[in-house]
């Protein structure tokens, strides 16, 4: 009954959301308004939705007006954020159904109903994005120079190059696991590439064995040009030939089982459930929890079990029985796995098929290598900074500042995901040598970073700061620093907010916004936020900021009413808001009363949105839209119209049940009347693109627009690039 159910749910779901790529002229057929706001054809799932944005990355990598390695890029990025859905979301759904839960999805569909689905659509995605990288970008790259080649369409001089790289690189590296009687089946690690490999003794019993392909070495071995070889590449130079790893071990993997026969080799890969649960309240120590938490979670159950198209189902069923996988968890795809390692390509010294690279543009009151006092030009005015177009440098610059000058007193700051080399953590650390009170908030929880966050709080507290590591209960998500300076006779504090992370690598890669204000409110309002943090503060008002899970639900929802009201008495109500992500209900349904009262509302919505737009009745006045190109939109804006008196709140929290009420975030007005005219601008900025912007329909397809491949299409990004003097 159930599997009847999944596929009519599935064929449905196809013919109401064709692939993004197919652009729609026509407006699809309108949805039929339900009676209620809770009725789940309102709402689109959230894991399909997801889903739908990784369709947005894949047809980056198939737009043929993008650079050829920015094209493998995205490629790679496409695959590797399949790996973290099914690590997290699919995991998730797994939970569910072996806990027999009988909870249903914001759709109205099961768990189960739900897998089924996304086991459809994920097959759809991986075959279409083997065809393109065979039949358009691996010629592309031939004809480009860059050769991605076969063992066995070597010449005799390049095996030999390779037999001998594998003998010397390779082979020492290598250990295969038998499987048998008196040999437990290998653990498979996360992500991992494997050869699963069947041998046959002299007696002719064939075995299984596994090899695991090094993560430590390269993943595309490069084959030296023959020295007679003069061939060019488009650009010029000699053309770069590279074979798969797991090619040559297949090709040499005799030599690791000497005396037997290779019957046959196929790679394959694994995906491990990495939800790891804490529970921080039982805890004594939550760094020791922690560690040990992120020990365990390369032993989590396998959630996905990728394998070549051609491997036998005996070989499958090796895997599977051994894994506890179910035949719904196996995909079978076409050769190489794991695409994700073309990331390696991108290295390689060919700017004439990468974005033209820029240099963040740093605003001339920074001075030369923002060297010019900050704390005076703060005091002076606020400031706005707009990542990556302007540079993360007088970020570093403030801190670095905070840490030498005498007269700072104290630094206390939150850091989520600060990445390995970081100069925020060193200025802190230079601030310590200094003789500084410095007092930080390490969110350990922060996903995928625990290693790294783990690392810098043993760092930070060997140099004597005083570490929080999290909120029982809440993850930290909030960005906020304060310093603390002594000015005369009295007191003056600084601050900086943001919507992203303090972490210099990716602020050239996310489009973030950032704001140093020494507001006499805010400040207030900053120190009250981190003796909540690190101590027993129970002040539930703010003057200016907006705290999640205090506050912040809480006057968003209020501002929407009082849009809805001021539209009712005097017309022209507009929303605009900027995020990740929607999926609150309640945001939602407030959203959905704002469209039917004739509030006009506009989402840029970069990932998954389970509000469904255009539904007469109900949301037929939202309109929700979506850029993906080169930088990562980040950047969280509220904007509300306010009957003329318009206001906008910059944020670390989408609207998402875990950002409003589990976790701790931070929204702040900007009301420098200049300031907020820049904000106004970008976002109308976003909402008039027509390169790479695709809006969202009631029947949950995303689509482009027609004008996207006119040589002058607007595209947000490239124009604020050119208009910050960064190009």
């Given amino acids: 009954m159930t599997r009847s159910i999944a596929r009519q749910a599935s064929t449905l779901e196809r013919k109401q959301a064709p692939p993004a790529t197919q652009v729609a002229e026509a407006e699809p057929p309108p949805l039929a308004a339900p009676r209620n706001l809770d009725h789940p054809e309102l709402y689109i799932s ?8 990784q369709r947005r990355v894949l047809e980056e990598a198939e737009d043929p007006t993008n650079p050829l390695l920015e094209r493998v890029k ?13 690590m997290v979301r699919v995991a998730g759904l797994l939970q569910q159904v072996v806990s027999g839960s009988l909870e249903v999805g914001i759709d109205g569909r099961s768990a189960s109903s739900e897998l089924q689905l996304i086991h459809e659509l994920v097959s759809q995605l991986a075959a279409e994005s083997h065809k393109h990288w065979h039949g358009e970008l691996r010629p592309a790259l031939e004809r480009a120079g860059i050769r991605i080649m076969e063992c066995a369409d070597l010449s005799k001089e390049q095996r030999t190059a390779v037999d001998t790289f594998f003998l010397r690189n390779i082979f020492p590296v290598l250990t295969p696991l038998a499987f048998d ?7 498979i690690s996360n992500r991992s590439v494997n050869l699963a490999a069947l041998v046959r003794d002299k007696k002719g019993e064939e075995h299984f064995a596994r090899v695991k392909v090094p993560d430590t070495l390269p993943q595309l071995v490069r ?8 061939q060019l590449a488009g650009d010029g130079s000699h053309e770069l030939v590279f074979v798969w790893l797991e090619d040559v071990m297949a090709a040499n993997l005799r030599l690791l089982f000497p005396g037997l026969k290779i019957v046959e080799t ?3 890969r694994v995906n491990r459930d990495a939800e790891v649960a804490i529970k921080e309240l039982e805890s004594d120590d939550l760094l020791e929890t922690i560690e040990e938490a992120v020990r365990q979670r390369r032993f989590m159950n396998a959630v996905r079990l990728q394998v070549s198209s051609d491997m036998p189902q005996k070989v499958v069923d090796i895997l599977t029985s051994n894994m506890g996988v179910n035949p719904q968890q196996v995909y079978r795809i076409e050769l ?3 695409f994700g390692r073309l990331a390696e390509l991108y290295s390689l010294d060919r700017p004439d098929l990468k974005d033209k690279p820029f240099v963040p543009f740093t605003p001339p009151i920074f001075g030369k290598d923002c060297q010019e006092d900050m704390f005076a030009l703060i005091r002076r005015e606020d400031i706005l900074l707009h990542h990556p177009y302007e540079s993360f440098q007088p970020v570093v610059e403030f801190l670095r500042q905070a840490a030498r000058d005498p007269q700072v007193r104290a630094i206390k700051m939150t850091l989520y995901r600060v990445g390995r080399k970081s100069p925020i953590v060193a200025a802190l650390l230079e601030a310590l040598e200094n003789g500084k009170e410095v007092a930080v908030l390490v969110e350990l929880k922060a996903r995928f970073d625990e290693e790294s966050n783990i690392e810098w709080t043993h760092r930070l507290e060997d140099a004597g700061a005083h570490v929080v590591y999290g909120v029982p209960g809440l993850k930290v998500h909030s960005k906020i620093a304060l310093v603390v300076r002594k000015e005369g006779d009295a007191i003056r504090r600084y601050v900086h907010l943001a919507t992203g992370n303090y972490n210099a690598t990716t602020a050239r890669l996310y489009t973030d916004l950032g704001f140093l204000t020494c507001d006499e409110e805010i400040a207030d309002d900053a120190t009250y936020f981190f003796n909540a943090l690190t101590g027993y503060s129970g002040r539930q008002d703010y003057k200016k900021l907006l705290v999640a899970p205090v506050t912040l639900r809480e006057r968003l929802e209020e501002l929407i009413r009082r849009e809805i009201k001021l539209h009712e008495s005097g017309g022209q109500g507009h929303l605009i808001f900027k995020m990740n992500a929607l999926e609150d209900p309640r945001m939602i ?3 959905y009363l704002a469209s039917q009262a004739g509030v006009r509302i506009d989402l840029l919505v970069r990932g998954f949105c389970c509000l469904r737009p255009g539904v007469p009745g109900v949301s037929e006045n939202i309109r929700v839209t979506s850029i993906v190109w080169r930088f990562l939109e980040h950047s969280r804006i509220y904007y509300f119209r306010n009957g003329g008196a318009e206001e906008v709140y910059l944020g670390s929290a989408d609207l998402m049940r875990r950002n409003l009420s589990h976790r701790v975030e931070i929204a702040f007005p900007v009301a420098n009347p200049s300031l907020f005219s820049r904000l106004k601008q970008t976002l109308q900025t976003y909402l008039a693109d027509e390169a790479k912007a695709r809006c969202l329909k009631s029947d949950s397809s995303y689509v482009r627009s027609s004008k996207r491949t006119d040589p002058d299409a607007m595209n947000a990004q490239a124009w604020l690039l050119s208009h910050h003097g960064a190009v």
């Avoid at 959230?46 to 944005?53: I, V």
């Fill in 336 to 338: 190489p796995i794991g």
């Fill in 181 to 187: 009687g008196s040999r437990p089946f290998p653990h």
């Fill in 589 to 591: 349904q407030l959203l």
């Fill in 223 to 230: 084959v030296q040009a023959e020295p007679n070889e003069g």
């Fill in 46 to 53: 959230r894991e399909l939705s997801l889903l739908e944005f």
């Fill in 74 to 86: 995205f490629l790679s990025i496409f695959s590797s954020n399949l790996d973290e859905f099914f």
């Fill in 266 to 268: 196929h790679p394959f």
